[in-house]
């Protein structure tokens, strides 16, 4: 079965611009996540999409962050405008959403904000 | 609110001696565990989890690891180290419960294991 696929893979914007990411799930998983994985650092997450709902977006800057999964199948991930500490790799997740549940991870999209 | 600690962020071992990557954990009650591995410019790939049941569990690549209550402990151990398990490795938790399939994972900070020939 087909990955978790995301785009781009690398991205280099300057600060103040903004910049989007796209995240396609394994079909059928109903359940998507959006981490945040800083240098040296653990991922975090960013937002959880239940189908095309959104479950836990306590962490996501919503001044300059936003996402949506349009039809509960992929998904887009924006910044406007990009901040110097934005500077990280964007992982996307999906899982099947049963227990034991495994989420499974894409490459992830690793931006520079310079 | 969950949290995990991963003892050491560099961890060097010469090709088959043991590897003993440290995970610890902190939650109300006891969560799911998981360890997961990254190679350069990749994404993270399941190593093995803990969900209920027996405490010591196998995963691929020979890793295995043992849940301990007491010690709210998540060690991930291989018996002898190949240059090829040269990676990044996070120890997660989530919220266990019948409720609680589809809570995010709470990631350590990572620790990354070098192999020396």
């Known amino acids: 079965e087909a990955g978790v696929a995301q785009s781009p893979r690398y991205k280099i914007i300057e600060k103040r611009q903004s910049v989007a990411f796209w995240c396609n799930p394994i079909s059928g998983h109903a359940t998507l996540y959006w981490y945040q994985q800083i240098l040296g650092q653990g991922p975090k997450l960013l937002i959880q999409f239940q189908n095309n709902g959104v479950v836990d977006d306590s962490q996501l800057p919503k001044d300059r962050f936003s996402a949506e999964r349009l039809k509960g199948v992929d998904s887009t991930l924006k910044i406007q405008p990009a901040k110097l500490e934005d500077s990280a790799v964007y992982l996307c997740?999906?899982?099947?959403?049963?227990?034991?549940?495994?989420?499974?991870f894409g490459p992830g999209t690793r931006l520079t904000v310079t | 609110a969950q949290s995990v600690t991963q003892l050491g962020s560099h961890v060097s071992v010469s090709e088959g001696a043991l590897v003993l990557l440290r995970c610890n954990y902190s939650?109300?009650?006891?969560?799911?565990l998981f360890w997961y591995v990254q190679y350069p410019n990749q994404g993270l790939q399941l190593l093995l989890k803990y969900t209920t049941g027996a405490t010591l569990v196998k995963g691929i690549n020979g890793f295995e690891a043992e849940f301990k209550k007491s010690e709210t402990s998540f060690h991930l151990t291989k018996p002898s180290a190949h240059m090829s398990d040269a990676a990044e490795y996070f120890c997660a938790v989530s919220e266990s419960g019948s409720d609680s399939g589809n809570t995010p994972l709470v990631f350590g900070k990572g620790t990354r294991l070098s192999v020396i020939a």
């Open positions: 997740a999906s899982s099947f959403g049963q227990i034991p549940y495994e989420q499974y």
């Open positions: 939650s109300s009650v006891p969560p799911y």
